[in-house]
């Protein structure tokens, strides 16, 4: 659970749908996580998918989830100047320590 | 219902000092976890407690780097002595339990060693 990666960087303009995409590598977590952290913020934890799930709907947010190719992927609808900021996918484990490992964050900008 | 509550918020000091970070987790919690976010990077593990119980510090630098939970609620992290690299944000958050699904995170703590 150590392998998780994402694109540095999006830019999307305002209105338009956001796709933040990211890869993992180790088959056996049990969720897969979606935080926003805002400048000078914490992480907000945004959504979570379960691993035996194939999609997630939540308000504006879809997260879809394809294990044979270990992809995970956050859509934002009607991206919105207050959904810049950068967003880290994670996995979780519920068995052992249950800590997250994180990805490098890909940062989204929105253009007014 | 209060978040967690992490001070200071920025700490700047010279290598080879030492400091101190304070966590207040969300009331109720048992689970407190550490993170280190290096600037550019996602948080990474540092430690985590189970109540005033260590769960998981495989990623600590325990030449330098302590923590404690004495009371099973707030923790203290401390580095001592501070190097360059360990400049960073430190992250803490907490969950209800250890198989809770969602963790709760601080502010956070922005350390930059000189």
């Known amino acids: 659970g150590e392998d998780v990666e994402q694109s540095l960087f999006l830019s999307v303009r305002e209105g338009d749908s956001s796709v933040i995409n990211c890869t993992y590598t180790d088959s056996s977590s049990t969720y897969l996580y979606w935080y926003k952290q805002e400048p000078g913020a914490g992480l907000q934890l945004l959504t979570y998918?379960?691993?035996?799930?194939d999609m997630k709907q939540d308000q504006r947010l879809t997260v879809l989830l394809n294990k044979k190719d270990k992809h995970l992927s956050l859509r934002i609808a009607d991206t919105q100047t207050g959904d810049s900021a950068i967003y880290f996918c994670?996995?979780?484990?519920?068995?052992?320590?249950?800590?997250?490992?994180f990805g490098t964050g890909t940062r989204l900008t929105v253009i007014p | 219902e209060a978040g967690v509550a992490q001070s200071p918020r920025y700490k700047i000091i010279e290598k080879r000092q030492s400091v101190a970070f304070w966590c207040n987790p969300i009331?109720?919690?048992?689970?407190l976890y550490w993170y280190q976010q290096i600037l550019g990077q996602g948080p990474k593990l540092l430690i985590q407690?189970?109540?005033?119980?260590?769960?998981?510090d495989s990623q600590l630098p325990k030449d330098r780097f302590s923590a404690e939970r004495l009371k099973g609620v707030d923790s203290t992290l401390k580095i001592q002595p501070a190097k360059l690299e360990d400049s960073a944000v430190y992250l803490c958050?907490?969950?209800?339990?250890?198989?809770?699904?969602?963790?709760?995170f601080g502010p956070g703590t922005r350390l930059t060693v000189l």
């Open positions: 009331s109720g919690h048992a689970t």
């Open positions: 998918i379960f691993s035996n799930m």
């Open positions: 958050a907490s969950s209800l339990e250890r198989e809770a699904v969602e963790q709760f």
């Open positions: 994670a996995e979780g484990y519920q068995t052992g320590a249950n800590n997250l490992f």
């Open positions: 407690f189970q109540n005033n119980g260590v769960v998981d």
